[in-house]
């Protein structure tokens, strides 16, 4: 299977200021078809997951564009501009480019 | 309005059986992939099983041989049958179409 690593697995932030996560496979997620398959999703407490971000860059409808996606290969970032309280949660990184899909471990994020 | 809500959790002894279903409304279940992803109590995410469009159907190496994906066209329903169960299967089951789109979530708890 591949390992997906995310870091860090916890993350404190001032309100307004970035945050990152960084996501690492162990194998290139680069498909047979050029694509590449890593998914980012968020789950507020209590809530199910929601996705954010799809195909490395892709952002979904509705979410605010200070979240964003990047990276090639084995090594991908999301980033979140200027952290709001909303923003609290815990976030995923899923590859589905081999099977089976697998999950990092998660990073929680809160408010110093 | 798209939705999913999930149903068919509940307590159930070691090596029992249960069904899970995932009732649809506002899309067609067999025009999208539709997923199945747990998540233990206080735990990460883990990928279940999945069913394309065109029918086929992947399961996470925890589960092949004693889950069962399908859906019902005919009620727009999405099902996991599920075998066998073992305590380390104690989650709540998500199900989700395309990762986009999430239920709320049914707890299944495997325990004597």
């Known amino acids: 299977d591949v390992v997906v690593t995310q870091s860090p697995l916890s993350l404190s932030v001032t309100l307004g200021q970035p945050a990152s996560i960084s996501c690492r496979s162990g194998?290139?997620?680069?498909?047979?078809?050029?694509?590449?398959?890593l998914t980012w999703l968020q789950q507020r407490p209590g809530q199910s997951p929601r996705r954010l971000i799809y195909k490395v860059s892709n952002r979904d409808s509705g979410v605010p564009d200070r979240f964003s996606g990047s990276g090639s290969d084995t090594d991908f970032t999301l980033r979140i501009s200027r952290v709001e309280a909303e923003d609290v949660g815990v976030y995923y990184c899923i590859q589905q480019t081999h099977w089976p899909w697998t999950f990092g471990q998660g990073t929680r994020v809160d408010i110093k | 309005e798209v939705r999913l809500v999930e149903s068919g959790g509940g307590l159930i002894q070691p090596g029992g059986s249960l069904r899970l279903s995932c009732a649809a409304s506002g899309f067609a279940v067999s025009s999208h992939y539709m997923s199945w992803v747990r998540q233990s109590p206080g735990k990460g995410l883990e990928w279940v099983s999945v069913?394309?469009?065109?029918?086929?159907?992947f399961y996470a190496d925890s589960v092949k041989g004693r889950f069962i994906i399908s859906r019902d066209s005919s009620k727009n329903t999405l099902h996991l049958q599920m075998d066998s169960l073992r305590p380390e299967d104690t989650a709540v089951y998500y199900c989700s179409r395309d990762l986009w789109l999430w239920g709320q979530g049914t707890l299944v708890t495997v325990s004597s």
């Open positions: 194998q290139s997620l680069v498909s047979s078809t050029g694509d590449t398959y």
């Open positions: 069913v394309f469009d065109g029918g086929s159907r």
